[in-house]
């Protein structure tokens, strides 16, 4: 028979088992730590009308949208979580209650360019707060202080959120009579990181022909740096000159103060003047987050302010304020930097269940009371040698083997084997449990990334 | 603004908060289940290459299948969990331990005809053990045993897990000199609940040209019923004609031995001759689930044993058993039957704090501590009156708010309201959580579905 080769699409994240035991383990942590703070799930079909996905436009994104037809349909793959998001709330305005929040982790598609890293389908692990007509400020800092907790809980430690406001950025360009040009200004300042601020101010002033002393004004703000107390201080320099820039510069204080009281430490969050974001439906508050260590690889968790949720689907005013966790990048960079846990238990179980006997009964049973006790029990049953159960054992990398032969069972006790440390004991099933349980739970204390 | 209408493709599963909360827990339920038993996860892309995922054919879902081009690239959306873990085995064999457990939870894509009910975007929930060129019995017995655990902890309790052996009938219909119509043959008794056997003898007469003696021996054939023992004695009594049906005759035993070895009640499992599967990849054990009282639903669980998973991919000889749960239509069946719990909480959260001064503070370390009791906690920040803080609090339907005044942060304490009873108390932070810890726990011990 002429053979298929077994390949995945490039772009396609597929994981061998013990990466993929990590890969749930940060599914799950963000999960619990969303819900933790009243955020309700919400799963929103991959696939929906073009034309309900691409209302707005796609803008950026549009040429790498997954879009075919079938039958009559012309449909797409979502290739964010926000435009599918916006969807549901107008279409069920009427059955939220708001302040509405969700979270939602799934998958999105963009056909970008394949390339080392960057990937066609990936997790986007998103939480919004979508209120009817307002929404507190508050709001503002509660959002990156929930990803600072998620962080932290998956271990990250040497990360900083860095937040901006629009208004202060939309202000500080009209005061200029710099409006028009707000938007080519905003994509090259964004160059910074990368470029320098030497191409910049060249940029500003060759391509976007801007005056020397316009673009001296940019350069200046944009390298306003310091503490955040010391950051406000200088903007303060500016108050009084735009009202938009004043208003800006009031959600920022208060953002930055808030995210003090929510018990984000200065060390994981910094004002940034020089984020933008490119989506243009940011309206105040903007986010992006970094890897200190590791800037190259560019923001793991962006978001902001938005004022106007849905509206190409629907009259009523909807301001938000959400962030999205690109999560397959993140743990391909986790990956390939070695800062994914090696002491977390990836084998596909806790205890593999060893019969010897042909009965299977005792065996049976207490692989059963070993889960009811929170053990996940694998009962191995092919025939097989003792050596090859136990060197099946060796390679799923299971903790504890658990051997059931003849004496065990004549005398109702079960061998565990604790297969780190080499140490064998007998015990009865609740023994056994008790034990077993202990040293996992121990061992399940590791968080998943693990930045030493 | 031209408003473009906010619709969910049909044919697509989109729920509403309470709902998508029972969702959940029915994934989450089935997460737990199938990893206690030591099945890893797994996580295939929805898209694959249309050469790889119809390498064998798709047959007769092969014109449902969503496939399109994107660039030079001929694709095509998933439309089973099988198709792309042969692939996955295969492309990995050299890494994986086997006998492999594997689960997977994930949507998959088919176009049918849009009728109530029917969906072309369902999740699948499987697990599947694949053995390296042999695999034992016992796994046959495990896997619906697994099932029967699943649906036991979801609360599901009259359904039946019907088996039969495809050696079985292919036996039977060699012994009698049909095997070229057993295809035909099959097909046709399949149809014996929803058309009768009246009906399905003339099929055969009929439409399948068969002589009435010969439809008579299938007709008795199908009619053997009764209990397992009673079954497998009529069986007995065929014994001896063909090496095949022999084969699957001590098959059927071993299953069902072990089937009560695991702990499956008689009323939760039954002997099916009728039971084929249409899938020609099975090759022994077939599985179907029915609930007992909701027949006209159809199998809401199926799956079997077969002989060569990835044939098409590979030479090495993968014999294997899986199941599947076809939830989203389990979820929509449960929903319209009414047999989803009542008694689930279904809000966001389990706990909402209401803040009643400026300062937040207290309200903050507050929910704080409730989120490490494992609470869930909003904290509402909204500028409202109390009265419209409340009414948002009935209408997510949380069990308990957590009044944050002025006097309360005077005293250091919370004032908690039980919204089921009325009841109001004051406690300390510490006791508040562990006040409404022991309550919550108490409410989610209820299953998700709910059979009375």
Redesign the interface.
């Known amino acids: 028979?002429q053979?298929?080769?077994?390949?995945?699409?490039s772009g396609?994240?597929?994981?061998?088992?013990p990466q993929?035991?990590k890969?749930?383990r940060m599914l799950e942590v963000l999960r619990e730590t969303y819900?933790?703070?009243?955020?309700?799930?919400?799963?929103?079909?991959?696939?929906?009308?073009a034309?309900?996905l691409l209302?707005k436009g796609g803008g950026e994104t549009e040429k790498q949208i997954?879009r075919?037809?079938?039958?009559d349909?012309d449909?797409a793959l979502r290739f964010d979580l926000t435009v599918p998001l916006?969807?549901?709330v107008?279409?069920?305005y009427g059955?939220?209650?708001f302040?509405f929040?969700?979270y939602q982790i799934g998958?999105v598609?963009r056909?970008e360019r394949a390339q080392r890293g960057r990937f066609?389908?990936f997790y986007q692990a998103d939480i919004d707060v979508i209120?009817d007509g307002?929404?507190?400020i508050?709001?503002e800092a509660?959002i990156p202080a929930i990803i600072y907790d998620a962080f932290s809980r998956l271990g990250l430690k040497r990360f900083r959120i860095r937040v901006n406001n629009r208004k202060i950025l939309n202000g500080f360009y009209a005061m200029n009579g710099m409006s028009e040009k707000a938007g080519e200004i905003m994509r090259t300042v964004d160059k910074l990181d990368k470029i320098g601020a030497e191409e910049v101010r060249q940029l500003l002033i060759e391509e976007i022909k801007m005056l020397p002393c316009k673009a001296e004004n940019v350069m200046d703000f944009m390298a306003i740096c310091g503490t955040n107390a010391e950051v406000l201080e200088a903007l303060d320099r500016y108050r009084g000159m735009d009202r938009t820039f004043d208003t800006g510069l009031d959600e920022l204080k208060a953002v930055t103060k808030?995210l003090k009281?929510?018990?984000v430490p200065e060390e994981n969050f910094a004002i940034d003047l020089t984020i933008a974001r490119g989506l243009d439906y940011y309206t105040g508050t903007v986010y992006e987050t970094v890897m200190t260590e590791h800037p190259e690889i560019g923001s793991i968790c962006s978001g902001g302010r938005y004022d106007d949720l849905?509206?190409?689907?629907?009259?009523k005013t909807l301001p938000g304020v959400g962030i999205s966790i690109g999560l397959t990048r993140l743990f391909y960079v986790l990956n390939e930097q070695g800062l994914l846990s090696d002491e977390l238990i990836t084998a596909?179980?806790d205890a593999?269940v060893l019969p010897m006997s042909e009965d299977?009964?005792f065996a049976?049973s207490s692989a059963?009371a070993l889960?009811r006790a929170?053990i996940?029990?694998?009962?191995f049953?092919?025939?097989k040698k003792f050596k090859a159960k136990m060197s099946?054992a060796d390679?799923?990398g299971v903790p504890f083997t658990v051997i059931v032969g003849e004496d065990e069972i004549r005398d109702g006790v079960l061998s565990v084997k604790d297969m780190q440390s080499g140490e064998q004991s007998r015990f009865t099933p609740e023994e056994a449990s008790g034990h077993i349980a202990r040293i996992i739970a121990e061992r399940q204390k590791c968080s998943v990334i693990c930045e030493n």
């Open positions: 028979m053979k298929v080769p077994p390949r995945t699409l396609f994240m597929e994981l061998l088992p993929q035991n890969m749930e819900s933790s703070y009243g955020f309700t799930p919400l799963d929103t079909p991959v696939i929906e009308s034309e309900v209302a997954y075919f037809t079938k039958g349909s449909l916006a969807k549901y107008a279409a069920n059955q939220l209650s302040p929040r969700r998958k598609y056909g066609r389908e209120g307002k929404l507190d508050t709001n509660e808030y009281d929510f018990g849905a509206g190409y689907y629907t009259d596909p179980c593999l299977l009964s049976i059963a889960r929170g996940r029990t694998q009962l049953t092919e025939q099946y390679r799923i």
